[in-house]
């Protein structure tokens, strides 16, 4: 069946530190690809997606992805990161020509230290 | 903007009620959407829709129903709460053709059936 995987539970970090949140999914056709976060008592939204056409996407607030086929992975950063990226982040994955549903994967909590 | 906007941010059931979560969109989205998330199993999709009268069942539709009486109202029921169903209750909508399959999430209800 198809799946996605995010591979931390829980991340903690310093205020600064690099960050890099990892996703495969396990369909071998062409999808759509987007991570969603969730900040403290906030509705889900959208941070950033992937269609077609350059793998590195950019998104709100400073964060990126890179889309390797290959790899089936589709990884978030961001350089330097702030206490108020404190949220939790999930991972998605839309199998086109399937249907409109999407798949998440279990989330990752991340913490950071002020 | 969108918005989603879901009856109850907190509701409190006792055992073999019967259950209604209404939810609605301002954007003319076909589809719909309903989840459930559980801390550490991320998003599980419960029942979409893709028009009007239309469903069909996602990852876990027992002990759930839909209805979908008009375009901009999904609503989830639950004819026999149980206590296993107490869980936080996202409903999203979406367009169905364009670039963008993006999901637009209401703030979820938290349901504890006691």
């Known amino acids: 069946a198809q799946s996605v995987s995010q591979h931390n539970h829980h991340v903690i970090l310093s205020e600064a530190a690099s960050l890099e949140l990892g996703c495969n999914y396990s369909?071998?056709?062409?999808?759509?690809l987007f991570w969603y976060v969730q900040y403290p008592g906030q509705h889900l939204q959208l941070l950033l997606k992937?269609?077609?056409?350059?793998?590195l996407v950019k998104g709100i607030k400073g964060f990126e992805a890179e889309f390797i086929k290959s790899k089936f992975s589709f990884n978030l950063r961001k350089p330097s990161v702030q206490w108020s990226d404190t949220a939790e982040y999930f991972c998605?994955?839309?199998?086109?020509?399937?249907?409109?549903?999407?798949?998440f994967g279990k989330g990752t909590r991340l913490h950071i230290l002020p | 903007d969108v918005k989603v906007t879901q009856s109850s941010r907190y509701l409190v059931k006792r055992t073999g009620e019967k259950v209604f979560l209404e939810c609605v969109q301002d954007m003319d989205h076909e589809n719909m959407f309903w989840y459930r998330q559980d801390p550490g199993l991320g998003l599980r999709l419960i029942y979409f829709s893709y028009d009007v009268k239309m469903k069909e069942k996602g990852d876990i539709p027992e002990g759930y129903s839909v209805s979908r009486e008009k375009k901009e109202r999904f609503s989830l029921i639950l004819e026999s709460a149980s206590t296993n169903q107490t869980s936080m209750y996202l409903c999203?909508?979406?367009?169905?053709?364009?670039?963008?399959?993006?999901?637009?999430f209401g703030p979820g209800t938290r349901l504890t059936v006691t």
């Open positions: 992937y269609f077609s056409g350059d793998p």
């Open positions: 369909y071998g056709g062409t999808v759509n």
């Open positions: 998605a994955v839309r199998v086109v020509n399937r249907d409109d549903k999407i798949i």
């Open positions: 999203a909508s979406s367009e169905t053709s364009g670039s963008s399959y993006e999901q637009y």
